[in-house]
């Protein structure tokens, strides 16, 4: 697993989020920790190494 450090695009909190590197493309929804508002997640990987990573909130 990869930990990797983001923030929140609503509240503006750091947080940390834990990636799977054997999936070379993510794109899913997850709830902030802090504020529980909606983020969209785009994660890419190449060769085990986080390539990138973008959170989006979703009133965009």
Same mark, same amino acid.
């Given at each position: 697993? %990869? *930990? ?5 695009? %609503?509240?503006? *909190? &750091? /947080? ?11 794109? %899913?929804?997850?709830?902030? *920790? =802090?504020?529980?508002?909606? =983020?969209?997640?785009? =994660? &890419?990987? /190449? ?11 979703? *009133?965009?």
């Amino acid at each position: 697993m %990869y *930990e990797h450090y983001f923030q929140c695009p %609503y509240c503006w *909190e &750091e /947080i940390s989020m834990l990636l799977d590197p054997s999936i070379q493309r993510q794109n %899913y929804v997850e709830d902030c *920790e =802090i504020c529980c508002n909606p =983020i969209e997640l785009s =994660i &890419e990987f /190449i060769n085990n190494d986080l390539e990138s990573f973008r959170a989006n909130n979703l *009133e965009q």
